[in-house]
């Protein structure tokens, strides 16, 4: 969006005919200032969606259904109810917000077709952005001590989020911050939703990763960023590309980003046969994340005071520290055996998904997201998303000898269960819908897969066998090609689309031809980032609550151009 739209939208929400209650109607005489009740809801408030550059663009949005008294009386009392019981009843405070969503059209983006190239850039073309992307990385890692990630809030929401899903979370969430901010960025949407403010807060865009506002950015480091990136400068310096400073400066990066990784970010949990397992969390304690003070607050605020550990920070920065040569102690720990216990399996285990936001799948066999820690905290409640799954095998297949997994019949069964998830999961055709995906986009899925696949063809033909029977890598690989080629290349993209594109092409084998689209884009693209780095930030993941929250980086879009133009340029030579 150009200056002159930007203003615009805010011209028209400034002047807008205001037509039934505003947002700021129906909360101010709740939540700005009360006694007693959970002070977290109006602290929220306040802060969120009351602070002085929300208001103005939105307190002449009116809701005309809010004109009926009695609904609007529900809503209030709603509101009231949540801030002052101490156990609410949270489906019923979220019945008449989510009666209000029905209406909020909010959809995934739906890229153009677009003109297919006659032919590839030239390999100093590809040279050249592999070597700036490199560059960048190295030197964000050297300006700031680490490399930084962004987070960004959305306020208009995901398109998956509708009144049904809202109440799933309401109920199945643990925290009460996190509950209530939840219900109140619900409730901001449906005004938002009809409001101008909607064209400037969530403007089109190109592709199909959404790029991130500047503005709310929100800087931070993160276990699972450093495993990513030392697989990016791992793939730098095998390209050769690398000047010798560059490659001393990229080692010495790794070196320092494995040991965060295994070391600070660190933490015991107990597993379910009641031992303790070193897992990683993805926010490590103290001053490690590198918030700023103020933002640290908001954290606070927001409902994110407590952060345990997860399923997929521990397998990717396992698999990252493998890559790079670690022998830490830690990661001699068969994963598997602790995975198993928060494995699902139907009707032999306690529900463990129970925030199903994605429940047009079949669950069967997949891994949960989040781990308790030793005070048996489980704020987020749990999910499960098909993404941080393949991580898991990928992770297994690359300590298959060191964890034993094909002598240990239980290890076998807990990986052939995930591929039966996985199988599943890609015959029905789910893998394409962005509502399968709670962290992440379909086509991140299929670059993550072909991750997975590269790790699992690297495995002698016999393991290959015992892993994989049924050739269900095989189905999955047809699969995961036929959407890439014929959706994600045939339409429009952005350079972090093309990336991932390039990711599962190279790594899944296919024809060199069809690596020319995602080519050209990212090479046409190079610049976009204007003083940031080379390329714009945009969503590499996602919270779907309590909104939108998107997490990525121009660090994060240089990271993944440079391990899809590493792959392909791989894939090119040999020919």
């Known amino acids: 969006m150009g200056f002159h739209e930007m203003a615009g939208a805010v011209c028209r929400a400034l002047t807008v005919k205001k037509d039934g209650p505003s947002l700021y109607d129906v909360c101010d005489p709740l939540l700005l200032t009360y006694a007693g009740g959970d002070p977290h809801l109006g602290q929220f408030y ?18 005309p259904a809010l004109k009926d008294e009695a609904r609007l009386a529900r809503l209030r009392e709603a509101l009231t109810r949540a801030r002052d019981e101490e156990t609410p009843d949270w489906a019923a405070v979220g019945a008449p917000i989510a009666e209000l969503m029905a209406d909020i059209n909010v959809r995934h983006p739906a890229p153009p077709p677009a003109a297919v190239p006659a032919r590839p850039p030239a390999m100093a073309e590809i040279d050249r952005v592999i070597r700036r992307c490199g560059a960048h990385l190295i030197g964000s890692f050297g300006k700031n001590g680490f490399i930084p990630t962004y987070a960004a809030f959305n306020l208009l929401g995901d398109a998956d ?36 403010a909607r064209a400037l807060i969530n403007p089109p865009w190109t592709g199909i990763a959404e790029p991130m506002w500047e503005p709310m950015q929100i800087r931070h480091r993160s276990a699972y960023y450093d495993a990513f990136f030392t697989e990016a400068l791992l793939s730098y310096v095998e390209t050769g590309l690398a000047s010798a400073d560059e490659a001393g400066a990229a080692r010495g990066a790794i070196s320092d980003m494995v040991d965060f990784c295994l070391k600070t970010s660190a933490e015991d949990v107990p597993s379910h046969d009641g031992s303790n397992v070193r897992v990683i969390t993805a926010l490590a304690p103290g001053k490690h994340p590198r918030f700023s003070r103020f933002f640290a607050q908001i954290k606070q605020d927001l409902g994110f005071g407590i952060y345990v550990p ?4 521990t397998a990717c920065s396992f698999s990252a520290a493998t890559q790079a040569g670690s022998n830490d102690p830690i990661l001699d720990q068969p994963l598997l055996d602790f995975y198993r216990g928060y494995q699902v399996r139907a009707g032999a285990n306690e529900p463990r998904v129970t925030v199903p936001l994605n429940d047009n799948i079949d669950y069967e066999g997949g ?19 098909p993404t941080l799954n393949l991580d898991i095998l990928e992770v297994s297949f690359r300590n298959l000898s060191r964890w034993k997994i094909i002598e240990t019949p239980q290890r076998l069964e807990t990986v052939h269960r995930i591929i039966g998830f996985q199988k599943n999961l890609v015959e029905s055709g789910a893998f394409r819908n962005p509502r399968s995906h709670i962290y992440y986009l379909p086509e991140l899925y299929s670059a993550y897969f072909g991750r997975c696949y590269a790790a699992f063809i690297a495995l ?9 029977p049924e050739n269900v890598f095989a189905l999955i690989r047809a699969r995961v090609l036929g959407y890439v080629e014929g959706e994600l290349i045939a339409h429009e993209m952005n350079p972090f689309d093309a990336a991932l594109a390039l ?19 990212i090479v046409q693209g190079l610049g976009e980032g204007g003083r940031h780095g080379p390329y714009k930030a945009y969503e590499w993941n996602k919270m779907k609550t309590p909104t939108r929250i998107l997490v990525g980086g121009p660090e994060v879009t240089s990271a993944f ?15």
């Open 460 to 468: 002698p033909l016999a393991a290959q066998r015992i892993i994989d």
């Open 561 to 575: 151009v440079l391990m899809g133009l590493a792959l392909a340029k791989r894939r090119m030579a040999t020919l």
């Open 161 to 196: 989020m509708g009144g049904r899903e809202m109440l799933m979370a309401l109920t199945g969430l643990n925290s009460r911050g996190y509950k209530n901010s939840t219900l109140l960025f619900s409730l901001a949407r449906i005004f938002i939703a009809h409001s101008p």
């Open 310 to 313: 997860d399923c997929d920070t």
């Open 503 to 521: 990711m599962a092409l190279a790594h899944l084998g296919a024809e060199t031809a069809t690596f020319t689209p995602a080519l050209h884009c």
């Open 46 to 63: 306040r802060t969120a969606l009351g602070n002085p550059a929300l208001r103005p663009l939105l307190r002449r949005t009116g809701l």
């Open 367 to 385: 891994v949960v997201t989040w781990i308790d820690n030793l005070n048996g905290d489980r704020p987020y409640g749990n999910d499960l998303d």
